[in-house]
């Protein structure tokens, strides 16, 4: 059976959520939290926007080689790696509360900056996903005022950023490679 490789950016985002869902109570309920951007929510129902705001490849991933497909003459190409970055940005009636959801979130992922196991879901672990770091992404006053930007019509507020890392994105293309069946060294006596 074939791997819907195309869910990969769905299901973290996803694992995210779940693990959002489970660790803070505030947080409980799948209409609370958000995959939209800040501009594109109803603030009046929402807790929290978990907006994707910048995927990118990973440079530490870029040369994976082309993976054998046993027994075989097939080779898959390789598979890509992503980061992908991540804005939290609480809504509440008060302060208070979105200040609190800012702290059990930046503690959460502090106590648990890795996605493994029974937090993957979807076609995570079937796309070779066993760890993806969950990190925080210190943005400067100047990146947080450009990113803002991006959202028309919405005041910044504090929010958190995070960077997903590494996630595998593999690859349906299938190559064949003629396997060497004879041996010729070409040596020849003098």
């Not at 070779?128 to 991006?150: A, F, H, M």
Request: hydrophobic residues 35%; proline residues 7%; contains cysteine.
């Amino acid at each position: 059976m074939a791997i819907d490789t195309g869910t990969v950016i769905r299901d973290v985002s996803t694992s995210l959520k779940t693990l959002l869902k489970a660790r803070i109570p505030e947080l409980n309920d799948d209409s609370f939290i958000s995959f939209g951007s800040p501009s594109d929510i109803d603030t009046s129902t929402i807790k929290l926007s978990m907006c994707l705001y910048y995927l990118s490849h990973s440079p530490s991933m870029r040369n994976s080689e082309r993976e054998e497909m046993e027994g075989t003459d097939q080779f898959q190409y390789p598979p890509a790696y992503l980061d992908l970055y991540y804005l939290m940005t609480p809504y509440a009636k008060d302060r208070e509360t979105e200040l609190l959801l800012l702290g059990r979130i930046f503690q959460l992922f502090h106590e648990h900056p890795v996605l493994s196991d029974t937090d993957l879901k979807g076609n995570l672990e079937a796309c070779g996903n066993e760890k993806i770091r969950i990190s925080y992404n210190n943005l400067t006053i100047q990146d947080i005022k450009q990113l803002w930007e991006v959202f028309p019509g919405k005041p910044a507020k504090v929010s958190l950023s995070y960077l997903v890392s590494p996630v595998r994105l593999p690859a349906d293309k299938i190559m064949t490679i003629p396997r060497v069946q004879e041996r010729n060294l070409g040596v020849h006596p003098i």
